[in-house]
């Protein structure tokens, strides 16, 4: 048998064989098996059972042709994705992204970085990811109707609450939602726990639409509590002005945090007086507009075309990536520690390359990896599935203290398993040991299936 480092480069060397020219993948798997050497060696058994050979390769990954209609009777195709990756240890789940970057490289990365954030959570869910290359910027309601029907015709053979459940992600939010649970309802049943982050009105749970921002936030919280360091008073950047960007500038204002910056894919505002985050919220949810509108209404505030994290001048202590992947470079990893950044939590998925990640953790930046910082998105979706299974509903109190629970006890697995297999303070390599190791163990019992 081969001893932990070696079987642990054998399983990559694989991965990199089976999957060439796809680099966020890749990308998800190293950075998950660079963590594992420490368990690995104090459980042979997961060597022996080739646990990670088969972690690493998806149950299912479903492709297909999405034709729709746009207002001007022209015929579009787009490419539908939805990656099964793992349901050791519950349903698959995990959101539906719809943007044009997205291919099965991207999917792929989402749905096993949702194993481990899933397992974390301590509930009964597997991981998964789908999508689309469509690019809903720009398209009128109707257009995005017909899209999500075409999408959810495919999609509906493969889906069911006890089977896999979609939620929304970059693009999809509570209007998609809507339309994907109205075509699946209209072939198949009333059905409300087949999809999650439903608006609350047929099922959604209160307090989903700001799980992950407040879940950030709260998880920012624990790791600065414990350091002595606290959010009030401190100038924070966020970047994106999405759902997950807003709802954590909501949660950070609320804590006596001023955030002085956001961003979108074009560039970023700068408020040194405080980001008006009602202005955000009109300018993004109610009209769909670009974040550099934000001046005409304060002409203080400063636009900048660009990158956030390698343009900001001004200085700040905590910064918190909410808009995507591969935000934050070595070299803008380097600008924010000069900045004087301290302590950073990951709202976006692997918004950090591995360089930067390396730099933060070096420097000793407290460092908030995303599968676990982000949990608390798709824990209030578990909570969601739970309601419409009792046909129920909460209050939004009831589900945010939940949320605070979960969110404190994800901080402290990563933080003890990481302590005790010495590497204290290290929480990505904590998250990582303690989210495998569960749904290792529950392979092993399923057996070789
Ligand atoms: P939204 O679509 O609501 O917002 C995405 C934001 O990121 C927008 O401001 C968008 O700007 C910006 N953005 C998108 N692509 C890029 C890019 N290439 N460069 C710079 N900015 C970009 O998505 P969410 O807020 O839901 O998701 C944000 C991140 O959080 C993603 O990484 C997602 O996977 C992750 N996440 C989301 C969860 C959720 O519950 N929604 C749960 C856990 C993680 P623009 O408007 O210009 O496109």
């Known amino acids: 048998m081969l001893d932990a480092k070696n079987y642990v480069n054998h399983i990559f060397e694989e991965v990199k064989k089976r999957n060439a020219g796809q680099p966020e993948f890749l990308h998800a798997v190293e950075e998950l098996l660079d963590s594992l050497e420490p368990v690995l060696e104090e459980h042979p058994e997961y060597i022996e059972e080739n646990i990670l050979g088969r972690i690493t390769e998806p149950e299912r990954v479903i492709e297909f042709r999405v034709p729709w209609t746009d207002d001007e009777g022209r015929v579009h195709v787009n490419r539908g994705y939805r990656v099964q990756f793992n349901s050791t240890i519950g ?40 999508g689309s290359d469509f690019d809903p910027k720009g398209k009128s309601d109707r257009e995005i109707m017909r899209f999500c029907q075409s999408y959810m015709t495919e999609l509906q053979a493969y889906i069911g609450p006890d089977r896999d459940v979609p939620a929304g992600d970059i693009g999809v939010g509570a209007r998609e939602i809507g339309y994907l ?12 726990g087949v999809l999650t982050g439903k608006p609350v009105s047929m099922g959604g749970s209160l307090g989903r639409t700001e799980a992950t921002g407040y879940g950030t936030v709260y998880f920012a919280e624990h790791m600065l509590q414990d350091n002595g360091q606290s959010l009030a008073g401190k100038r924070a950047v966020v970047s994106g002005s999405g759902n997950v960007a807003i709802y954590a500038m909501e949660k950070l204002i609320e804590k006596g945090a001023m955030v002085i910056a956001c961003s979108d894919s074009s560039g970023f505002v700068v408020d040194t007086n405080g980001i008006d985050l009602d202005l955000v919220k009109e300018i993004k949810l109610t009209k769909r507009g670009r974040i550099k509108e934000y001046t005409q209404s304060r002409p203080d505030a400063k636009y900048y075309e660009g990158n956030i994290w390698s343009g900001m001048e001004e200085t700040y202590d905590y910064a918190f990536p909410c808009a995507t992947q591969g935000e934050i470079n070595l070299q803008a990893a380097q600008h924010m520690l000069e900045k004087g950044v301290t302590c950073l939590a990951e709202g976006a998925n692997m918004p950090c390359d591995a360089d930067a990640v390396q730099l933060f953790i070096e420097k000793g930046l407290l460092y908030g990896p995303g599968k676990a910082a982000n949990a608390g998105g798709v824990a209030v979706s578990s909570l969601e599935m739970q309601q419409n299974s009792q046909r129920t509903s909460w209050t939004f109190e009831d589900v945010d203290t939940q949320l605070q629970h979960i969110m404190k006890d994800i901080y402290q697995k990563a933080k003890e398993t990481a302590k005790k297999y010495g590497k204290e303070g290290n929480l990505l390599q904590g ?12 392979m092993i019992r399923q057996g070789v299936i």
């Open 91 to 130: 349903p698959y789940k995990g959101g539906l992204r719809f943007h044009p970057s997205v291919n099965q490289s991207i999917v792929k990365f989402l749905a096993f970085e949702q194993i481990f954030k899933n397992s974390l959570t301590g509930q009964a869910i597997g991981g998964g990811k789908g």
């Open 431 to 442: 998250a990582n040991i303690a989210g495998f190791v569960r749904v290792a163990d529950a």
């Open 181 to 192: 649970y109205g075509q699946y309802k209209k072939l198949n049943q009333f059905e409300p």
